[in-house]
């Protein structure tokens, strides 16, 4: 089962930029893909994966805003966040994919986005 520990979060203005972190253990870090969720109100939307060869993809919501990344010795992920905007405020999580009812979740990092 793997534990996952994101940081990263916080207060941000319009047009700021965060850099969060999810590092894992209990499982085989280097082959597995990862991605960023984000918890809104109502709301849980896959915005970033990346393979354990490196390649991305993005929801259209944040490309070109937005970019995954991954270190497998350090066993982190990382989502990088520039040009935010309000709808951007949520909770971030990271989650070995695919995601089914048995995966476990980390407490998440909390992205608020506001003057």
């Known amino acids: 089962q793997v534990q996952l520990v994101e940081s990263g979060g916080g207060l941000v203005q319009p047009g700021g930029s965060l850099r969060l972190s999810c590092v894992a253990s209990?499982?085989?870090?280097?082959?597995?893909?990862m991605g960023w969720y984000r918890q809104a109100p109502g709301k849980r939307e896959l915005v970033a994966t990346i393979?354990?060869?490196?390649?991305?993809t993005y929801a259209d919501s944040v490309k070109g805003r937005f970019a995954i990344s991954r270190d497998n010795a350090k066993r982190t992920v990382y989502l990088q966040m520039s040009s935010l905007k309000p709808e951007d405020t949520a909770v971030y999580y990271c989650?070995?994919?695919?995601?089914?009812?048995?995966?476990?979740w980390g407490q998440g990092t909390q992205v608020t986005v506001s003057s």
């Open positions: 209990g499982s085989s870090f280097s082959t597995n893909l």
């Open positions: 989650n070995v994919l695919p995601v089914t009812r048995f995966s476990s």
């Open positions: 393979t354990s060869g490196g390649s991305t």
